[in-house]
């Protein structure tokens, strides 16, 4: 069964530095890989869905795929107060009983001005 | 722009009680799902519905029921609630493009059991 972990459980940024988080994953023939962000008392928020090796883009967010390491990352360029959130990986196996989104249990970002 | 809704947003009951959770999406997607959120932030999944079929029930308790009129709604039934059921409960749908689909997720129903 997939396994998600992601580290680290929290992290504190100050308003402008990058900010980087790191999920695994155990099932090497997962193919959708997604990070999401949850602010208190509100839903989940695609952030960026990446689904082969390398990097993908969207806005000030980056996810990078290595699925050879298992390991996919999300960057945060020029963060501000406003991305303190819950941030979420979650991965999605290609066959049986993986084939289904999985999600870490979540990094809990803060950004002080 | 919100296109999964969910009502109610809160709600708190007593043990053994039953509760009905309304989930509804307006982006035209087959496949809706109900997650559990636990208090540590961990979403698990419960259900997913696929053109009112059932095609993963992750072994849930049976007073856990889904239950959908049509392929926009897709509401949760929790019959005889306990205090492990209290939890956040999300509704989310989906849609494929190129064998890849990408879940949009409600704001959740935040459910709190005394």
Redesign the interface.
């Known amino acids: 069964q997939q396994k998600v972990q992601q580290s680290p459980e929290s992290l504190t940024v100050s308003e402008g530095a990058m900010a980087s988080l790191n999920c695994t994953f155990s099932d090497g023939t997962s193919?959708?890989f997604?990070w999401?962000r949850?602010h208190s008392?509100?839903?989940?928020?695609?952030l960026v869905?990446i689904?082969s090796d390398g990097e993908k883009e969207e806005g000030r967010f980056t996810a990078h795929l290595n699925r050879a390491n298992l390991h996919v990352s999300l960057h945060i360029r020029e963060p501000q107060p406003s991305d303190s959130a819950?941030y979420?990986c979650?991965v999605?196996g290609a066959t049986g009983g993986n084939n289904?989104?999985t999600?870490g249990?979540?990094t809990v970002l803060s950004v002080i001005p | 722009e919100?296109a999964?809704f969910?009502t109610p947003n809160y709600h708190v009951t007593q043990v053994g009680n039953e509760v009905s959770f309304n989930c509804k999406q307006t982006l035209g997607h087959d496949t809706m799902y109900w997650y559990k959120q636990d208090s540590?932030?961990?979403?698990?999944?419960m259900f997913?519905y696929n053109n009112k079929q059932l095609i993963?029930n992750e072994t849930v308790p049976r007073r856990f029921s889904p239950q959908s009129s049509d392929k926009a709604h897709l509401n949760l039934r929790i019959k005889s609630v306990e205090p492990e059921d209290s939890a956040v409960y999300?509704c989310?749908s989906s849609y494929w493009v190129f064998n890849?689909?990408?879940?949009?997720?409600?704001?959740?129903t935040?459910l709190l059991v005394l």
């Open positions: 193919n959708n997604r999401y949850q008392a509100k839903g989940l928020e695609v869905s689904f819950v979420l979650a999605k289904k989104l999600f249990q979540g | 919100t999964v969910q540590k932030k961990l979403l698990k999944i997913s993963v999300l989310a890849q689909d990408t879940q949009y997720f409600g704001p959740g935040r």
